[in-house]
Structure formats: structure tokens, C-alpha cells
């Protein structure tokens, strides 16, 4: 069964440092999405993308924060400079002609 | 962000029983719904999803239930079974691709051997 993957599954990295955090979506789907889960909090929804721009991000997703399809595979979140807050789960999600969005199994960014 | 709620952080059955989880909603945009299971490590992973012109919708064990009027549904699992004990998240969003998904706090099941 096809399966949204991400890398790395946990990524440290000091306060200021840039991290990419890389993800490849189911190959059929069309639209892209991150979110990220802060402990003890709830997901919330960060990006979508579809057709090589964004389509809504939220308010959380500031200058900071940048995504990307390189190619034809990868959907890659990139964060410019990373802050102590920063330190969340963050889930790459894909969506084909259906509603429902697949989840990938998530990077653990820690910020040092 | 309270749009989705989730008001029980916690829920202990009996295996072969049935579990009912609930969640709540406020914004009346919101035409579709879904729920995930979540392992610890992992992603949510879908289970069942419902759309607002519907009341019910069932894949065996798992049915969603949608009162519109009261802004509530449920996931009924029955029976519920040991490897059903995980984080069950409902999330909100519109039926339009694309659409982010909004969602509520998790409820833990066990389910009791």
C-alpha cells in the first residue's frame, strides 16, 4: 500500500541553524500539506501546496518557513532559522482526488 | 483554537465492547470530518472520514455518526479489540481539496484484554 515517508525521523539541531526537513508523498497525489505537533498540543495545520505553489498557510508559517518540490518525488519544509519553539513533531501529509489526507510517520525536530 | 474538541482525554473499555469517542465542533463551515489513530512515533493514520450531507457512514468495525444540528459526532468501534489502544484524533476541515484539516485534542483508548 503506498505510504506518505519522511527523513529524517529526528533531526537536532542548534537555535539559528537552517533544517530541511524532507518528505515524499504518495506518487499519484496532488496536494501537499504540513503540520506540526508541538508536545502536549494539538496538530496544527502549517502549508498546502498544490501545483508548485502555496495554497493557504497559516499564521504560524511566517518568513521563516519556506516549502518546495524540487522534483517530481520530494516536498521538502525548509526552516530558515530555527528557534527554541521550533521543537515539534512536524507531519508531511498528501491528498489525492478524495478528501482525506495520508500521513507521513514524522520528524522529531529537537532544537538545542 | 477551539473549533474542534475533543472533550475526553482518556477512555478505558473492555475488549469485545463497544468504545464511543466524541468530538465536537463550532464552525459550521466545516463540511467534513474524519478520524485518525495515532501509535506513539508514528502519524496519524486515517480511518474513517464523513461527509456533512451524510449522518452515518461504516467500514466494518468502525462507524462515524454526524449530527449536524448539534455539531457532534462520534466513532463507534465494536468490537473493540487490544491493538485498537491508541490516540484517536478528529480533525475538520471542507470538502474541498486542499482544504487544511483542523483538529481536536485526542482521546487515549485502551482496550482491556
Known amino acids: 500500500e503506498p505510504e506518505v515517508t519522511q527523513t529524517p525521523s529526528h533531526q537536532v539541531t542548534q537555535m539559528g541553524q537552517e533544517v530541511i526537513l524532507r518528505c515524499v508523498p504518495i506518487?499519484?497525489?496532488?496536494?501537499f500539506y504540513w503540520y506540526r505537533q508541538i508536545l502536549g498540543q494539538k496538530v496544527e495545520f502549517l502549508v498546502s501546496?498544490?501545483?508548485?505553489?502555496?495554497?493557504?498557510k497559516s499564521e504560524i508559517f511566517d518568513d521563516q518557513f519556506s516549502v518546495e518540490r524540487p522534483d517530481g518525488s520530494n516536498f521538502t519544509l525548509k526552516i530558515r532559522s530555527t528557534k527554541l519553539e521550533d521543537s515539534a513533531m512536524y507531519f508531511c501529509?498528501?491528498?489525492?482526488?478524495?478528501?482525506?489526507?495520508?500521513f507521513g510517520p514524522g520528524t522529531r525536530l529537537t532544537v538545542t | 483554537d477551539q473549533q474542534v474538541k475533543q472533550n475526553s482525554p482518556s477512555l478505558s473499555v473492555q475488549e469485545g465492547r463497544i468504545s464511543i469517542l466524541n468530538c465536537d465542533y463550532t464552525?459550521?463551515?466545516?463540511?467534513?470530518f474524519l478520524w485518525y489513530k495515532k501509535y506513539p512515533a508514528e502519524g496519524p493514520t486515517f480511518l474513517i472520514s464523513?461527509?456533512?450531507?451524510?449522518d452515518k457512514n461504516e467500514d466494518g468495525r468502525f462507524t462515524v455518526f454526524l449530527n449536524k444540528s448539534a455539531k457532534h459526532l462520534s466513532l463507534h468501534i465494536v468490537p473493540s479489540q487490544p491493538g485498537d489502544s491508541a490516540v484517536y484524533f478528529c480533525?475538520?476541515?471542507?470538502?474541498?481539496?486542499?482544504?487544511?484539516?483542523?483538529f481536536g485534542e485526542g482521546t487515549q483508548l485502551t482496550v482491556n484484554p
Open positions: 501546496f498544490y501545483n508548485n505553489e502555496i495554497s493557504e
Open positions: 464523513i461527509s456533512s450531507i451524510k
Open positions: 464552525n459550521s463551515m466545516f463540511d467534513y
Open positions: 501529509a498528501s491528498q489525492g482526488l478524495d478528501y482525506e489526507q495520508y
Open positions: 506518487s499519484n497525489h496532488l496536494y
Open positions: 480533525a475538520a476541515g471542507g470538502e474541498t481539496s486542499g482544504s487544511r484539516l483542523t
